[in-house]
């Protein structure tokens, strides 16, 4: 699916997640939450609020949106 619902606990009721695949991000991509970024093995969940990039080194970084 493209999209699931689940609970956000920064808004405190269920939203729309976006589902992204991680295999599928590019060095320097960004998601903005609520997002779950699925991989092999782990979900990650991504808040509203939140966003992650890609790193050079493929590693996500995150953090809330307003840090930039």
Not at 1 to 27: C, K, M, N, W
Not at 39 to 54: I, K, N, R
């Amino acid at each position: 699916p493209t999209h699931y619902t689940a609970f956000s606990f920064a808004q405190g009721r269920p939203l729309e997640f976006a589902v992204r695949d991680r295999i599928g991000l590019a060095v320097g991509a960004r998601v903005e939450g609520p997002a779950l970024i699925a991989e092999e093995t782990a979900m990650l969940y991504l808040d509203s609020g939140f966003a992650a990039s890609v790193h050079p080194t493929g590693a996500l970084l995150i953090g809330r949106e307003s840090d930039g």
